[in-house]
């Protein structure tokens, strides 16, 4: 019988390295103790790392000092909350929300370089506020292109105004990206995307559907939780930088 290898203390990111110019890995571990810190911090020295990424449980108060103790900057609360689709039914999306098409996409792009400020990236000031604007830029568009099965918009006045990212992980489905424009907040768009992407679910079979957000972004998670959404999970981002940005 082959022995499987043992998971890498760390592993290296490298579409965030090549998008950010800067040396980014992950640590494969949810919690801290003083051998996996060590171990974490060789590797990362060894490999050049500028900047290593950690997501750590909440409720484990020895992570949580460690990660102080050995220069970790907590930079986000990972919220997920999930919905239940079991014994719903299938219906249509609401008439203003449709599919995305090549032509929205300098819109959703502009949508999405100012919409996900309070995302962690923002919060840590090694990170170029103009370079997150194209990390989110990129990504709608990168979903648009296949990273997500699906990207559903919504229309106001014939125009591109919001949209939600769509993705499906056996009979789980998980919202991706939502982002309204700034012109449109407070028409019901949020929650218009939401039901639209409930409806894509259960398109999909979905058994329940997850969506992650942020801690201070408390608009966002009014806005799931009035849809039906539960707090399911609650971590701690975590970033540790061995170099200062340029």
């Not at 604007?133 to 997500?148: K, L, M, P, Q, V």
């Not at 990206?177 to 907040?185: I, K, Q, S, Y």
């Not at 079979?205 to 801690?215: I, M, R, Y």
Request: aromatic share 10%; net charge negative; hydrophobic share 40%.
């Amino acid at each position: 019988m082959t022995e499987t290898a043992p998971e890498s203390i760390c592993s290296l990111l490298e579409w965030d390295s090549n998008f950010f110019g800067r040396r980014i890995a992950r640590l494969n571990r949810s919690r801290l103790d003083e051998a996996s810190v060590a171990r974490a911090l060789d590797w990362c020295s060894k490999e050049n790392i500028e900047c290593l990424y950690f997501l750590g449980d909440a409720d484990d108060a020895a992570t949580a000092r460690l990660a102080e103790k050995t220069s970790f900057l907590q930079t986000d609360v990972r919220l997920t909350l999930e919905h239940s689709l079991a014994g719903t039914t299938v219906t249509a999306f609401d008439s203003s929300v449709r599919r995305a098409r090549e032509a929205d996409l300098p819109a959703l792009r502009a949508i999405a370089a100012r919409n996900h400020h309070d995302s962690r990236f923002y919060f840590d000031h090694h990170f170029d506020p103009a370079l997150c604007d194209r990390f989110y830029e990129t990504w709608i568009e990168n979903s648009f292109r296949g990273f997500a099965q699906a990207v559903l918009v919504a229309d106001s006045a014939g125009q591109p105004a919001g949209y939600v990212t769509c993705h499906l992980r056996g009979a789980e489905s998980q919202l991706g990206l939502l982002g309204v424009a700034e012109a449109h907040h407070g028409e019901g768009l949020g929650t218009k995307l939401v039901h639209a992407f409930l409806t894509w679910s259960r398109q999909q079979a979905a058994t329940h559907a997850t969506v992650v957000t942020q801690g201070r972004n408390v608009r966002a998670q009014r806005l799931y939780q009035r849809n039906g959404f539960v707090s399911s999970s609650f971590q701690l981002w975590y970033h540790r930088w061995f170099s200062e940005a340029p």
